[in-house]
């Protein structure tokens, strides 16, 4: 095993995860970035890693519809149920893939804006160099790519077996009991690897943000943020 697909899979499908609202750093970004640094506020996203298409939505929404028109996928096979009955999301625009797989052939239109929120971490190193070329090959010039990568620092009260040998490292017993089961996460040192993984983009914007952690259950659950562009 060295993907999350089953760690996943018991999340989507038991334990009734799936974010409700879209998260504040993606809301930061479009407000802060692609619309008053970039006056970027329409064409097609790919939604990498969509879950259950709340920010596809929410992106869909704020620009009034007529904005952005979304496209997603992701590797939990149930979420295909959950895509057909969002009068929101057109479902024929969204797929399963099974991990770590080519999605160079899966749409037929450019891309404008991608969107990898917390989801490119979970790709062996290969494979997610493959994934970030086919992400800037299948964009339009000029588009804009958005991902979050775990910091080092990430999940530091975690148990974390060593580094593998594909770049992952399997993390497990989440010391709140909030998750079950084991996540294989490649973590990143520093802002000069970040930009480094993210090429042939150009850097544009980058950061870090910190998901609430109350009484520091779970340590550090630093992200990095990268922006870039074709």
């Known amino acids: 095993m060295d993907n999350s697909l089953s760690a996943y899979t018991q999340k989507y499908e038991k334990e009734g995860y ?4 879209p998260d504040g750093h993606v809301i930061r970004f479009y407000e802060r970035i692609l619309k008053y640094k970039l006056n970027k506020t ?3 996203l790919l939604d990498f890693g ?8 929410y992106l869909q929404d704020i620009t009034g519809g007529g904005g952005y028109k979304a496209y997603g996928l992701d590797i939990v096979p149930s979420l295909k149920e959950i895509w057909e009955r969002d009068p929101k999301l057109n479902s024929n625009n969204f797929h399963v893939i099974t991990p770590n797989s080519s999605i160079k052939n899966l749409f037929n239109v450019k891309m404008d804006l991608i969107l990898a929120n917390q989801s490119l971490y979970y790709l062996p190193f290969e494979s997610f160099k493959q994934t970030v070329q086919e992400l800037y090959d299948i964009c339009n010039e000029g588009a804009i790519i958005f991902a979050t990568m775990m910091s080092d620092k990430g999940y530091s009260m975690y148990e974390r077996g060593e580094i593998m040998e594909n770049g992952l490292c399997e993390v497990k017993e989440c010391p709140s009991g909030r998750l079950s089961g084991s996540s294989f996460i490649r973590f990143t040192k520093d802002i000069e690897e970040l930009k480094e993984d993210f090429k042939p983009f150009k850097p544009l914007f980058w950061g870090d943000y910190e998901l609430i952690n109350l009484y520091n259950f779970e340590g550090s659950v630093q992200h990095f943020i990268y922006i870039g562009q074709k």
């Open 50 to 57: 969509c879950g259950n298409g709340v920010h596809s939505k």
């Open 42 to 44: 329409s064409g097609n």
């Open 18 to 21: 799936g974010l409700q609202y």
